[in-house]
């Protein structure tokens, strides 16, 4: 890992995703188009990034939406509830709200969409390639 690297690591919220996801590739979108200030950073959980951060069982299961934030690694609705707050304004509030469900009945919900989000959604046969405005955000 290089310094830069580590830096980037350090400082930034990193949002893993499965490439080849098609809800996955619209929720980036969604926040890419959200995240004003570029707090958020994102990389797949195929990628080199998500090696060195993300539990070898969590990569290969890629049901998991994962978010890392300060030295944390969240999962599935509790990041998804952190990613909000992290864009601030509107959404922050809106991750609060999702933070008030108890979190077994909001991942219940995650779980039921996870298992059919290929076939509703679609799956790329790569990883999703930022455009060139976007690089700066995306990670290996």
């Known amino acids: 890992m290089t310094a830069d690297t580590s830096n980037t690591l350090q400082t930034n919220s990193i949002v893993f995703f499965d490439g080849v996801c098609g809800l996955c590739n619209q929720t980036v979108n969604f926040l890419l188009a959200r995240d004003r200030q570029r707090r958020l950073k994102f990389a797949p959980l195929q990628g080199p990034t998500a090696e060195q951060l993300v539990p070898a069982d969590v990569r290969t299961n890629l049901n998991t939406f994962v978010f890392y934030h300060q030295n944390r690694l969240y999962y599935r609705t509790t990041a998804l509830s952190r990613i909000l707050w992290r864009l601030g304004g509107f959404w922050k509030t ?3 709200l999702l933070w008030l469900i ?4 909001r991942d219940v919900g995650y779980r039921i969409v ?3 989000r290929y076939r509703l959604f679609g799956k790329h046969e790569t990883c999703r390639l930022p455009t060139p405005e976007e690089r700066a955000q995306f990670l290996d």
């Open 94 to 96: 809106a991750g609060a």
């Open 114 to 116: 996870s298992k059919v």
């Open 102 to 105: 108890p979190w077994p009945l």
